[in-house]
């Protein structure tokens, strides 16, 4: 008796794709949450970078793995006397409605608390028209 007719065979198709709607969520949720790295870096008066790997050629003329400091840029900044908030998808800011793109709060500990809005609004899916709109790429 063969090794395979003991098991049980089907045919299958494997589904890989996931909803474009929800991996548009969950990429904003992870950005959301690495602004908020970035917060605590800017609070304590630093930085905040990412390790990330790239092909670079050594001395040798050898092409080796090698690992970089990234630097993330913060979605807020001050101006007018105070620091705006925004929300993006790539390097294009979310409209947040008619009236605007940009959340204004008056210190830098405050933009901690429009990130936790923007987190709360992304997981109920209220950016998912905008995001929608945004994904799609413009000719040119």
């Keep these: ?3 395979l007719a003991q098991l049980n065979l089907k045919t299958v198709q494997r589904s890989q794709q996931k909803d474009p709607v929800i991996a548009r969520r969950d990429k904003l949720a992870t950005a959301i949450e690495e602004q908020g790295k970035v917060l605590v870096a800017a609070l304590a008066g630093n930085e905040y970078t990412v390790k990330v790997k790239r092909w670079q050629t050594n001395d040798a003329g050898e092409r080796t793995w090698v ?6 840029r913060a979605w807020f900044f001050e101006q007018d006397g105070g620091w705006y908030v925004q ?3 790539g390097a294009r800011p979310v409209p947040l409605s008619d009236k605007g793109n940009a959340v204004f709060v008056k210190d830098l500990a405050a933009v901690q608390g429009v990130l936790e809005a ?3 609004a ?3 899916g209220e950016f998912d028209a905008a995001l929608s709109e945004l994904a799609v790429r413009k000719r040119k």
């Design 1 to 3: 008796m063969s090794h």
């Design 67 to 72: 690992e970089h400091d990234k630097r993330v």
């Design 87 to 89: 929300c993006k998808y």
């Design 118 to 120: 923007f987190y709360a």
């Design 122 to 124: 992304c997981a109920a």
